[in-house]
């Protein structure tokens, strides 16, 4: 006989939630903050995320991937831990970056790469265009929330504002980070959903030089600062939702 599984975290996110100094990590790392959160809280946790998801990427895989639909009936709570791509400078289209792996013959397809890798940060620095432009993670938040709220309307959510970077692939410029957190602030008023800003952890973890040599991910010392951030505005949430 199955035992009932427990009540689950859902954490929706890019790679932030699960990379560590030296790269990726399964998603049951005991040292990545949505795992921390989540045994703090005594939740197992149902993290989701691929490198380079912008909102749009998590509401392509919130209405395809099977995956997430089973993962909802059972979530305690919801944490949005994405917009930080939307955010970073991509003078070049988005869509030519996604696109890159489909080109043929392999030849071709790495010198491409190759010319994306060297044009990239040297233009990053104008700070423009955005991975995303501010209104459409606006509406991508809306989206997501909407249809998780349609199945479950008493479903806790919270949303995380982006974090910072000292990326050299990005001229470590995150000039377009204000117009980015506005949209995402003025969903949230909307909707009424909390708000947790990861900018001043991980501004300090990079100022300290410590994190992966990437300049975008993190060490362990900021997963649990970024951990107890998280955790404090979710059990302040939770226990608000079982008050009312």
């Known amino acids: 006989m199955t035992a009932p599984k427990r009540d689950s975290l859902l954490v929706l996110s890019d790679s932030l939630a699960y990379y560590g100094p ?20 005594g939740l197992e946790l149902e993290l989701f995320g691929r490198i380079g998801w912008t909102s749009r990427d998590v509401w392509w895989a919130l209405t395809q991937d099977p995956r997430i639909w089973a993962a909802v009936p059972r979530a305690k709570a919801v944490v949005f831990a994405f917009g930080g791509m939307d955010s970073l400078p991509s003078p070049m ?5 996604e696109q890159i792996r489909y080109i043929r013959p392999p030849w071709l397809r790495q010198q491409i790469r190759t ?12 700070g423009w265009p955005l991975a995303l432009p501010p209104a459409l993670t606006g509406d991508y938040l809306g989206k997501i929330h909407e249809a998780l709220v349609a199945i479950r309307p008493d479903l806790p959510i919270v949303a995380c504002l982006p974090s910072t970077h000292r990326s ?8 377009g980070r204000p117009k980015t957190v506005a949209a995402m602030t003025a969903w949230a008023d909307r909707v009424g959903v909390p708000l947790i800003d990861l900018l001043p ?4 973890h990079f100022d300290r030089g ?11 010392g900021c997963h649990q600062d970024v951990a107890d951030l998280v955790h404090d505005v979710l059990a302040r949430t939770l226990t608000s939702t079982v008050v009312s």
């Open 22 to 41: 030296k790269g990726g990590l399964p998603a049951d790392d005991p040292r990545i903050w949505p795992t921390l959160v989540a045994d703090e809280l």
């Open 93 to 97: 289209p988005t869509a030519l970056r």
């Open 115 to 126: 010319g994306y890798g060297w044009l990239q940060p040297r233009l990053a620095p104008t």
């Open 168 to 175: 050299p692939y990005y001229g470590k410029v995150h000039s």
């Open 201 to 204: 952890p991980t501004a300090a």
């Open 210 to 220: 410590e994190g992966n040599p990437d300049g975008i991910h993190w060490g362990f």
